[in-house]
């Protein structure tokens, strides 16, 4: 009923949202979400997610029919890397979705660096996951990315200020980013190394310390 309501309250985004997907057949019903979503408002076609339906020989089937960069999002585990490079991916992207997927899943930071010892050398290893600072970015850098994907920043951006916003957002991750490297001592992204973040952690206490002894 509550839901009923707020249709009503609502009826500009009601013709424009729902009805349309219905139309479309498109209004998703997730196995996970609760029974209260798939009552006669949004009853229909199920759409439900499978990834065990996914295998190995999906991708290799990709690589035989599309010859372009091929990658991989939501890579983990260094043995899903090796096997997604072995099927013929060109590079993989270290991601757990925002956890959205699954909420207790593994953080991209922790996992990155054993990732990239195990596959760094034969492909392109990118990453992403809760990108919000500039450091943020330093970080996953420094840990062995080739490259840094963002999107809510952006996003949050693109929302409070159309392409001015999303513009203005992606600079600040670059002065940040700018910033960060200057005060690690790192005069270029080529430089960012895992040592960096203790070493940066730790000058600050080093040189405390020294003053007063």
């Known amino acids: 009923m509550r839901t009923a309501v707020d249709f009503a309250r609502h009826p500009g985004w009601f013709s424009s949202v729902v009805v349309r997907y219905r139309a479309n057949r498109r209004v998703l019903?997730?196995?996970n979400y609760p029974l209260e979503f798939t009552g006669p408002l949004l009853a229909g076609p199920r759409r439900q997610t499978k990834p065990a339906s996914s295998?190995?020989?999906?991708l290799r089937w990709l690589r035989k029919i599309w010859h372009g960069p091929l990658l991989v999002k939501g890579i983990l585990t260094s043995r899903d890397a090796s096997?997604?490079?072995?099927s013929g991916a060109d590079g993989i992207i270290v991601s757990n979705h925002g956890g959205r997927t699954l909420d207790s899943a593994v953080l991209p930071v922790d996992v990155l660096p054993e990732i990239v010892d195990a596959v760094g050398h034969q492909a392109t290893v990118l990453a992403d996951g809760g990108i919000r600072r500039g450091s943020d970015v330093t970080k996953l850098l420094a840990l062995g990315a080739k490259a840094v994907l963002v999107g809510r920043a952006p996003l949050y951006g693109l929302a409070s200020a159309g392409e001015a916003g999303a513009r203005r957002s992606l600079e600040l991750l670059v002065t940040e980013l700018r910033r960060t490297m200057a005060l690690a001592g790192v005069n270029s992204v080529s430089?960012?190394?895992a040592d960096v973040l203790a070493t940066s952690c730790n000058r600050g206490r080093r040189g405390w310390e020294q003053h007063y002894d």
């Not at 295998?55 to 999906?58: I, K, P």
């Not at 096997?83 to 072995?86: D, G, R, T």
């Open 83 to 86: 096997m997604a490079v072995e």
């Open 29 to 31: 019903a997730y196995e």
């Open 55 to 58: 295998t190995w020989d999906d």
């Open 191 to 193: 430089e960012l190394a």
